[in-house]
């Protein structure tokens, strides 16, 4: 598996984006880091055959397939099973333990449907947050458009800034300009999230006027 994987981030095209991304929105540990910028760095070229917004869309319809996958997942098979997973040595292979589910599963009921949407960008929660909304049935199509959004959102910031450093960074460094700005990014994420769920929570508690 890990040789397939490897193969496909050095033969990015549509295809194998979509692959990816599809994993990483599942438990497999495939940062989206290490798809969206260098296929967008890629697509700056003049002679590359790959085209941004495309990278863009394939990589949003292939996190949409993945947390499709955990939705499913935990809709029919349950919480226990789902725990037990987290808990199997495979479980712990994909970086997945039930600590990690937990906390998923309380920011999800703790800021509600809106979690779906804004937890697509918080690191940590991003390919998780799918597992508890099949175990709370949220409505599919719900679902779906949250999910849609938040995975755009993040992939368009992933495809800006490795579009924008083809032009000042060379390739054998992208990663590392990458990783530093994704970090930063996901530190303002979750600042953002504190402060989108917290109008909400005083705008739910506001006393109501006539």
């Not at 994704?182 to 953002?192: C, D, N, P, R, T």
């Amino acid at each position: 598996m890990s040789e397939l994987i490897t193969w496909c981030i050095d033969h990015l095209n549509y295809w194998t984006i979509t692959f990816l991304m599809t994993l990483e929105s599942t438990v497999i540990p495939i940062p989206s880091e290490f798809v969206v910028p260098p296929a967008a760095y890629r697509a700056a070229a003049d002679s590359s055959d790959l085209n941004v917004v495309l990278v863009v869309l394939c990589a949003t319809i292939g996190a949409n397939l993945g947390a499709l996958i955990n939705y499913t997942a935990a809709l029919y098979l349950g919480r226990p099973i789902i725990y037990a997973f987290a808990n199997s040595t495979f479980g712990h292979l994909c970086l997945l333990n039930e600590q990690k589910v937990q906390r998923t599963e309380k920011y999800f009921t703790d800021h509600g449907a809106v979690a779906t949407l804004i937890g697509r960008l918080v690191p940590g929660i991003r390919h998780l947050i799918s597992i508890p909304a099949g175990l709370a049935k949220m409505r599919l199509s719900h679902f779906l458009l949250y999910t849609t959004i938040g995975a755009g959102i993040w992939n368009i910031i992933l495809a800006a800034i490795g579009y924008s450093l083809a032009s000042v960074v060379p390739e054998d460094q992208l990663m590392e300009k990458v990783t530093t700005y994704s970090h930063e990014l996901g530190l303002a994420m979750i600042v953002l999230a504190v402060i989108v769920v917290g109008v909400l929570i005083y705008k739910g508690h506001r006393p109501k006027t006539r």
